[in-house]
């Protein structure tokens, strides 16, 4: 299984940015997928997760209103779409997936996830 993620990058506050995560040896509609994200200094934080069978999404209350997690089964592919970023969303982020059909309070959480992506930064700065 591997998790390939891209799209991050500097983007001035206010801006958007769309995280991408392709999947390869595991199929995303099934199981969970999440994006997390770690900031210097903290643990790993659940951003957005959904049980993909039955679209069943959490978002962090820090993102809701602001982040979309969607996916593509087509090309295997998660995305996070992040608009009105803050200084304070700068992080590296991950993708991550389980085969497991994850209960909602269990989503945020990055133990519950079997496979990782490689992190990709963003930076929201002036």
């Known amino acids: 299984v591997q998790l390939q993620a891209s799209g991050g990058g500097l983007v001035q506050p206010g801006g958007s940015l769309r995280l991408s995560c392709a999947a390869s040896g595991f199929s995303l509609a099934d199981g969970t997928i999440g994006w997390f994200r770690q900031a210097p200094g903290k643990e790993r934080e659940g951003v957005s997760c959904s049980r993909t069978r039955d679209g069943s999404t959490y978002y962090a209350d820090s993102v809701k209103g602001r982040f979309t997690i969607f996916r593509e089964n087509a090309k295997n592919t998660v995305y996070l779409q992040m608009n009105r970023l803050k200084p304070e969303d700068t992080a590296v982020y991950y993708c991550?997936?389980?085969?497991?059909?994850?209960?909602?309070?269990?989503?945020?959480?990055?133990?519950?996830?079997?496979?990782w992506g490689q992190g990709t930064q963003v930076t929201v700065s002036s």
């Open positions: 991550a997936a389980t085969w497991s059909r994850l209960i909602f309070s269990s989503m945020r959480h990055p133990s519950n996830y079997a496979f």
